[in-house]
C-alpha cells in the first residue's frame, strides 16, 4: 500500500478508459442505457450514481482509511444528510463552538422536528459525561444521546477537540460519535482510526482548495450507517454534480502541498503576532507553550491554517481589515488565496451576542485564513494595515504604500 501523499495523487486506478487518460472521465450524463428490459445496469441514474461522483467517494474514502464516502452539493448537504438518520425524540450532544451554518441547522430545523440538542464544551470530559450518559447535575436522568456531534479544530479561536477521548465517551453509553473536520483534513488527522464513527468535511474549503465549488463529504466505516447515508443522498438528492466532484478529485491531489505551505504561513503570521505589541491575543495552537503536547495528545499532524487574534486598544479592527490588500476581505478558507473576516460582523453575525461572547468570539476579534502566498508578503500587508489602523503614519507615505500593495495584489 503506497503512503498518503502518493495516494493524494494516484491512490485510485483510473483505469476506465480506452484512451490512456491519466484522469478519470467526466460523465455528464444523467441517464444510462439499460442492456435489456431485465438487466439492471450498474449505472442508470445519476442522482443514484454517477461515475465520475463514485470516484471521489472512493478517493476520500481511502484517505479517511474509511468504506464508504459520499459527496454532495454542500458541507451542510452532508450534515443535514448525517442528521437525517435520527428519530424524533433522539438527544445529540453538540460541542459548544461549531460552525454558524450547522448550529442553525441543527437549532431552527433539526430542533422543530423532535430531535434534541444539548450544547457543551467538549474539551470538558466530566461535562461531556454528564451529557452523554443522560445523568445531569441534578440528579435529573435522561436517556443516554444518541450522537456526539464535534469539531477537532474550533472556528474561529482554534481550540483543540480529542477525537479519541470524545469518541470514548460516546461509545461508552452506545452514542455515535460524529465529527465535522473541515479544519483538519484526513492530511493532518484521520478520524476514524481515532474511534469515530463519520468524518464529514466541507471540501467547499481546503479540499477543494480554491474558491471555486462548494460540496460535501461523508465518510464511514460501518455498512448499516453507510446504507443510511447513501438512503438520505439519494432521496433528498443534494447530490455533487459530476464536473464539481472533478474539481474537487483534482484539488484533493494538492492538498499535502496546499497545506503544509499555509500551515507554515499560518505559524510565521501568528509568531509576529504573537511579538506584536498591538495584538493582545493569538488563537493558533502553533504558538502556544503546549504545541508539542497538543499535538501528540490530539493525534494531530498540525494545526492547519486559519488563526484569529485581538488587536490592543487603541487598534481598530475594521479599519485594519479594511486596510488589507493582499488578504481578500471574505468568509471561507482553506483556499490557495488569504483571506481575512471580522467574525462578528461576518462569518458569526447570525449567532446572537451572549452566545458569542460566551465562546469567547468577542466584537473585535480578526480571522485569518491563510493561503499559500509569500509569507513576506502577508506579513508586510499586515503590518501595513496595523499602521493604518493604529493611526501610527497617517500620511502620505502610507497612501503610497497602499497604492503600491493594491498594484501587487
Ligand atoms: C464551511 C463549513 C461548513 C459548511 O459547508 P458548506 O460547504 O458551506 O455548506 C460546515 N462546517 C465547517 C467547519 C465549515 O467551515
Same mark, same amino acid.
Given at each position: 500500500?503506497?503512503?498518503f501523499n502518493t495516494q493524494l495523487v494516484h491512490g485510485l486506478p483510473v483505469g476506465d478508459n480506452?484512451?490512456?487518460a491519466v484522469n478519470p472521465p467526466i460523465y455528464n450524463?444523467?441517464? &444510462? ?13 445519476a442522482?443514484?450514481g454517477n461515475p465520475t461522483r463514485e470516484f471521489l467517494e472512493r478517493q476520500i474514502a481511502q484517505l479517511e482509511?474509511?468504506?464508504?464516502g459520499f459527496a454532495f452539493a454542500?458541507?451542510?448537504?452532508a ?19 461549531? &460552525?454558524?451554518?450547522? &448550529?442553525?441547522?441543527?437549532?431552527? &430545523? ?75 483534513t484526513p492530511y ?13 468535511h466541507s471540501a467547499t474549503k481546503y479540499l477543494a482548495g480554491h474558491?471555486e465549488v462548494t460540496a460535501g463529504l461523508v465518510v ?19 447530490v455533487l454534480a459530476p464536473a464539481e466532484c472533478n474539481d474537487v478529485r483534482r484539488g484533493i491531489q494538492t492538498l499535502a502541498l496546499r ?52 488587536? %490592543? ?21 482553506g483556499a ?48 501595513? %494595515? ?20 493594491? %498594484?501587487?495584489?
Amino acid at each position: 500500500m503506497t503512503r498518503f501523499n502518493t495516494q493524494l495523487v494516484h491512490g485510485l486506478p483510473v483505469g476506465d478508459n480506452a484512451t490512456g487518460a491519466v484522469n478519470p472521465p467526466i460523465y455528464n450524463s444523467s441517464t &444510462y442505457t439499460f442492456g435489456s428490459v431485465r438487466e439492471m445496469p450498474r449505472w442508470d441514474y445519476a442522482r443514484s450514481g454517477n461515475p465520475t461522483r463514485e470516484f471521489l467517494e472512493r478517493q476520500i474514502a481511502q484517505l479517511e482509511h474509511g468504506t464508504r464516502g459520499f459527496a454532495f452539493a454542500s458541507g451542510l448537504a452532508a450534515i443535514h444528510a448525517v442528521l437525517s438518520v435520527f428519530s424524533p425524540g433522539d438527544r445529540i450532544v453538540v460541542g459548544d463552538n461549531i &460552525y454558524g451554518g450547522t &448550529y442553525s441547522l441543527f437549532n431552527e &430545523y433539526f430542533a422543530e422536528r423532535g430531535i434534541e440538542f444539548d450544547t457543551v464544551d467538549t474539551s470538558d470530559f466530566e461535562a461531556l459525561e454528564q451529557a452523554v450518559s443522560g445523568r445531569g447535575p441534578h440528579g435529573v436522568r435522561r436517556a443516554p444521546a444518541r450522537a456526539v456531534y464535534f469539531e477537532v479544530l474550533t472556528n474561529p479561536l482554534l481550540k483543540v477537540n480529542d477525537a479519541a477521548r470524545i469518541s470514548a465517551v460516546a461509545h461508552r453509553y452506545g452514542a455515535l460519535s460524529i465529527v465535522d473536520n473541515t479544519f483538519v483534513t484526513p492530511y493532518l488527522q484521520q478520524p476514524l482510526d481515532l474511534g469515530v464513527d463519520v468524518v464529514i468535511h466541507s471540501a467547499t474549503k481546503y479540499l477543494a482548495g480554491h474558491s471555486e465549488v462548494t460540496a460535501g463529504l461523508v465518510v464511514v466505516r460501518d455498512d448499516v450507517l453507510a446504507q443510511a447515508v447513501y438512503f438520505a443522498q439519494n432521496r433528498f438528492g443534494g447530490v455533487l454534480a459530476p464536473a464539481e466532484c472533478n474539481d474537487v478529485r483534482r484539488g484533493i491531489q494538492t492538498l499535502a502541498l496546499r497545506l503544509e505551505r499555509q500551515q507554515e504561513n499560518a505559524q510565521a503570521i501568528a509568531e509576529y503576532l504573537a511579538a506584536s505589541p498591538l495584538v493582545v491575543a493569538v488563537h493558533y495552537p502553533g504558538v502556544s507553550a503546549d504545541r508539542d503536547r497538543l499535538l501528540a495528545d490530539n493525534g494531530l499532524r498540525g494545526f492547519g491554517g486559519v488563526l484569529s487574534f485581538e488587536v %490592543a486598544d487603541g487598534v481598530d479592527p475594521e479599519v485594519l481589515l479594511d486596510s488589507l490588500h493582499v488578504f481578500r476581505l471574505a468568509v471561507s478558507l482553506g483556499a490557495v488565496e488569504s483571506l481575512a473576516e471580522l467574525p462578528s460582523r461576518m462569518t458569526h453575525f447570525e449567532l446572537p451576542r451572549e452566545e458569542r461572547l460566551k465562546v469567547g468570539i468577542t466584537d473585535g476579534l480578526i480571522r485569518l485564513a491563510v493561503g499559500i502566498e509569500d509569507k513576506a508578503d502577508l506579513i508586510d500587508d499586515l503590518a501595513h %494595515a496595523f499602521a493604518l489602523a493604529s493611526g501610527a503614519h497617517a500620511d502620505a507615505d502610507s497612501a503610497a504604500d497602499s497604492a503600491e500593495v493594491a %498594484a501587487v495584489a
